[in-house]
């Protein structure tokens, strides 16, 4: 792999932009099937694929456990009303300690993930997490809220963030998209998380845009070009790839809080997916801590690496 790189201006043209929706919500009956089927593909190919292998098996998981999981109730109108009047995400993360589905989702996906081939110490995280009782379960899901996972307890942390995209995600899907608002740059507009990476897009009537793809609650949000997802500046932005690469995923970097984030180009890839692709282009993160810039967003399947 080679490893030069060069800033260019992004190629794509901005154009033929028909007012995309200002979000996408995801389908969890198909989310994360779609994502391991990817993620299968992306190994076929990797330097990466044992590791894909076991993410495809636990995203195959995340798609079996739900079967049976009563239906998400959605916000109430008042808790939908405050949120708006105050600019916060529609779902409040907080009310996560009182809801007893988050505790089935979490049984229910360590248990089915016993039964995946895993690495030895995956098998001893995904035991301490089964072992673990309510609140060292919400400590672990706190630690995820705040995008920032212990480098002794990586492994658990991942199981843990598994499950919550699980419930979230499921939640998120039952919101109505009209009720949707911009919170802050780099923030989703349903559940607050930061995104993994962003995606342009070649859907019909939004090909072309950009969107943010949200770390927790796979939730699709519009964002403009040639703005940076971190500080939401418009100067100074760049973009770098692997030499030789097919220009479907590249960093975008920002010269005024030096950080950069990964940006993919699903309108010339149609099966790109934010979180798999984002792991399977482990290499330009090793290229990019050689320069200045810091990365930005929350990838929790590249925190060991």
Same mark, same amino acid.
Request: with cysteine.
């Given at each position: 792999m080679s490893r030069k790189s060069a800033v260019v201006p992004d190629p794509t043209v901005i154009g033929n932009v028909a007012s995309p929706p200002f979000a996408r919500l995801p389908d969890p009956a198909s989310f994360f099937s779609v994502r391991a089927a990817r993620l299968r593909q992306l190994a076929e190919t990797s330097n990466l694929a044992p590791y894909l292998n076991f993410l495809a098996r636990l995203a195959t998981v995340q798609s079996d456990i739900q079967s049976g999981l009563p239906r998400p109730e959605r916000p109430d109108t008042q808790t939908? $009303?405050?949120?708006?009047?105050?600019?916060?995400? =529609?779902?409040?993360?907080?009310?996560l300690a009182g809801d007893k589905a988050v505790g089935s989702v979490f049984d229910r996906l360590f248990a089915a993930a016993t039964a995946i081939d895993k690495p030895v110490? $995956? $098998?001893?995280? =995904? $035991?301490h997490v089964t072992a673990a009782d309510h609140v060292q379960r919400l400590a672990m899901a706190h630690s995820v809220f705040s995008n920032s996972l212990p480098a002794d307890a990586i492994a658990e942390h991942v199981f843990v963030w598994a #499950?919550?995209?699980?419930?979230?995600?499921r939640l998120a899907s039952v919101l109505d998209l009209a009720m949707l608002a911009p919170v802050a740059d780099g923030v989703c507009p349903v559940c607050g998380s930061m995104p993994a990476s962003t995606m342009v897009v070649g859907w019909p009537g939004s090909h072309g845009a950009r969107f943010c793809s949200c770390s927790l609650c796979g939730t699709l949000w519009h964002y403009v070009r040639v703005k940076c997802v971190l500080c939401g500046s418009t100067k100074g932005? #760049?973009?770098q790839e692997i030499h030789g690469q097919s220009g479907v995923i590249k960093a975008e970097t920002c010269d005024e809080c030096l950080g950069w984030s990964k940006i993919l180009y699903q309108n010339k890839e149609a099966a790109v997916d934010p979180v798999a692709d984002d792991v399977a282009s482990l290499g330009l993160d090793l290229l990019m801590r050689e320069g200045p810039y810091h990365r930005g967003g929350f990838s929790p399947l590249l925190a060991g690496f």
């Amino acid at each position: 792999m080679s490893r030069k790189s060069a800033v260019v201006p992004d190629p794509t043209v901005i154009g033929n932009v028909a007012s995309p929706p200002f979000a996408r919500l995801p389908d969890p009956a198909s989310f994360f099937s779609v994502r391991a089927a990817r993620l299968r593909q992306l190994a076929e190919t990797s330097n990466l694929a044992p590791y894909l292998n076991f993410l495809a098996r636990l995203a195959t998981v995340q798609s079996d456990i739900q079967s049976g999981l009563p239906r998400p109730e959605r916000p109430d109108t008042q808790t939908i $009303a405050r949120a708006r009047a105050f600019e916060m995400p =529609l779902l409040d993360r907080s009310t996560l300690a009182g809801d007893k589905a988050v505790g089935s989702v979490f049984d229910r996906l360590f248990a089915a993930a016993t039964a995946i081939d895993k690495p030895v110490d $995956a $098998a001893k995280a =995904l $035991a301490h997490v089964t072992a673990a009782d309510h609140v060292q379960r919400l400590a672990m899901a706190h630690s995820v809220f705040s995008n920032s996972l212990p480098a002794d307890a990586i492994a658990e942390h991942v199981f843990v963030w598994a #499950g919550l995209q699980v419930y979230f995600a499921r939640l998120a899907s039952v919101l109505d998209l009209a009720m949707l608002a911009p919170v802050a740059d780099g923030v989703c507009p349903v559940c607050g998380s930061m995104p993994a990476s962003t995606m342009v897009v070649g859907w019909p009537g939004s090909h072309g845009a950009r969107f943010c793809s949200c770390s927790l609650c796979g939730t699709l949000w519009h964002y403009v070009r040639v703005k940076c997802v971190l500080c939401g500046s418009t100067k100074g932005i #760049g973009y770098q790839e692997i030499h030789g690469q097919s220009g479907v995923i590249k960093a975008e970097t920002c010269d005024e809080c030096l950080g950069w984030s990964k940006i993919l180009y699903q309108n010339k890839e149609a099966a790109v997916d934010p979180v798999a692709d984002d792991v399977a282009s482990l290499g330009l993160d090793l290229l990019m801590r050689e320069g200045p810039y810091h990365r930005g967003g929350f990838s929790p399947l590249l925190a060991g690496f």
